[in-house]
Every structure is written in structure tokens, then in C-alpha cells.
């Protein structure tokens, strides 16, 4: 079976979706319909911007979200989804791509998320690190006895697990981490803790934006980041998507539960290549390429 699986923050570069743009009537149309939804040019951000440009939270996350969803659309009848999932904002792309969302209020939710997000980032200095080397649960373990707000973030791969909170509780996990095991705690340049309670007031105003919107019965199962487990119901989908920014992203257990329930061959539709990298660790007996 066929698993289409989306990109989140991180995979933006300069020039990203030039050639779709360029290349297809239609692409060019739907990056057109974008710049008017979102009331600024941001295919000139994204083809001719800065890497500082592109960093914006609220220019990356459209801008990947654009490139991912104009991707699969020029695929035309070559895209038949079995199974979809996207890490973290990828999950927006994964449900446009499924039908569980239309294009338009897909972008308009992205944009108000990528807003929220920053907000709550601006409001309290916080951060990422990414644990490499030391297993999940210990991980959790050490994390668990820090007096300070740290959290699992991203569940990305067996041995390597993002963890979000305060700049102090980072600060501080990182060192008891390392002392534990971990080959490597490296600090992300991250605008905040997403994935993490401190993404609480972006919860709460994002969740009105998605309890507003029409959603509709996906073509296909699409396995969300919340639990890594299929959703089609639609009241479902809503709910575990407004959890989702508090919420850790179990990316290993979504991508174990495809294999599981037959998923061999997974695309990457969108920019970059990291997803494939953590397929081919999490399950390398299936085949992995880009769209």
C-alpha cells in the first residue's frame, strides 16, 4: 500500500515551489489564490526571499504547506492515497491531500496557526533540543523528575526525540540527558516550545478556528499526530487537531502503525527529504522516496 506523508517546519529553503509555479497553469493559479487568502505576496518570500525571510513562522509554515499540497495537486490521477500523515504542521497538508479539508480553509487554518503560534512564543521565551542516542522511555524518565516545564515534543525516530519547554527547563534537561546517555543534546533555532504546554493560548485560539471550519470524510485513513493512529471521522479529526499543538508528535508510532496496517511504499510530498531519513529508521524494510 501507498503512504503519502507530508513535511513540517524545518524543510523550507529559498526557491522552494519556483518550478511548480513556473511549470503548471494550475500550480500558478493555486500559489496566486494563496497570495490573495493570506493578503501578502508570499510566493515572493518563497522563491526570491531570505533563509531569514523563510524563517518567520508565520511565512514557513504556509510556505510549506503551499509547496506540499501544490505538489500532490499537480500529481493529477498519479495520486491515489491509501493511507496519509504529515509531522506536525504536515498533518494540514496530509488532510487537504485526503479531502479531509479544502484547499482554502486549509491555508486560512495554517496561517492563523503559524499567527497563534508566534504569539505565544513572543509571550514567553522558550525552545527545543533534539536527544539523540538514548531511548525513549528514559528520556521521558529523566524528564520527569526536572522542576521545570519540559516536555516530549517529537517522537521522530527510535533514538532520537525532540523535547520542548523554558529556555531553563532545556537548559537543564539537556545537561541530566546527557549525564544519562544521550550521545548528543543539541539546542534547535526554534522561535519556541511547540509540541508543548506552553503552546496553551495557541491551543485555545487556534481551537476555535478549527471548530469553525467544514470538514469533510477523507478519501483515505489519515494518521494523526496525537496518538499516530487513523482517523476518517471527521468529528475526530477536528478534535486531535486542536490537541495536537499541546500534544507530543508520534511520528515513530504513526509510521510503525502504517506499516502495520500494510503501508510499504511511503512518498514524501512536499520540501526536503527528512521524513524519508525517519521512515527508512523506523521501518527500513519499506521503500522511501520523494513525490
Known amino acids: 500500500m501507498k503512504a503519502y506523508v507530508f513535511p513540517g517546519q524545518g524543510a523550507q529553503f529559498v526557491g522552494m515551489g519556483k518550478d511548480l509555479y513556473d511549470g503548471n497553469a494550475m500550480a500558478k493559479e493555486m500559489f496566486e489564490k494563496a497570495n490573495d487568502i493570506l493578503g501578502f505576496r508570499i510566493t515572493d518570500l518563497m522563491f526570491a526571499g531570505t533563509d531569514e525571510d523563510l524563517r518567520q513562522t508565520r511565512v514557513t509554515q504556509p510556505a510549506i504547506f503551499l509547496h506540499s499540497v501544490i505538489l500532490a495537486k499537480t500529481l493529477g490521477e498519479g495520486f491515489q492515497p491509501e493511507m496519509t500523515a504529515g509531522h506536525s504542521l504536515g498533518e494540514f497538508s496530509a488532510l487537504v491531500a485526503a479531502g479531509a479539508l479544502s484547499f482554502e480553509d486549509g491555508l486560512k487554518l495554517v496561517y492563523a496557526r503559524a ?14 533540543a ?19 516545564v519540559v516536555v516530549p515534543a517529537n517522537y521522530n525516530s527510535p533514538g532520537q526525540l525532540v523535547i520542548s519547554g523554558s529556555m531553563k527547563g532545556i537548559e537543564v534537561a539537556c545537561e541530566q540527558l546527557k549525564a544519562a546517555g544521550a550521545k548528543r543534546a543539541l539546542p534547535l533555532k526554534v522561535g519556541g516550545a511547540f509540541h508543548s504546554p506552553l503552546m496553551e493560548p495557541a491551543r485555545v485560539e487556534l481551537a476555535a478556528a478549527i471548530n469553525a471550519t467544514a470538514f469533510n470524510v477523507p478519501v483515505c485513513p489519515v494518521y494523526q499526530n496525537v496518538t499516530g493512529k487513523p482517523y476518517t471521522d471527521p468529528a475526530q479529526i477536528r478534535e ?28 514524501e510530498v ?14 527500513p524494510e519499506v521503500e522511501a522516496a520523494s513525490a
Do not use: H, Y
Not at 270 to 276: A, N, R
Open 115 to 128: 499567527m497563534a503560534m508566534q504569539k505565544a512564543c513572543e509571550a514567553e521565551p522558550s525552545t527545543m
Open 270 to 283: 512536499g520540501p526536503g527529504t527528512v521524513l524519508q531519513g525517519l521512515v527508512k529508521k523506523i521501518a
Open 130 to 148: 533534539a536527544i539523540i542516542g538514548l531511548d525513549d522511555a528514559k528520556v521521558e524518565e529523566v524528564l520527569a523528575g526536572i522542576d521545570e
Open 240 to 267: 486531535n487537531l486542536v490537541a495536537q499543538l499541546t500534544a507530543p508528535v508520534r511520528w515513530t508510532q504513526s509510521v510503525q502503525n502504517m506499516v502495520a496496517d500494510g503501508g510499504n511504499v511511503f512518498v
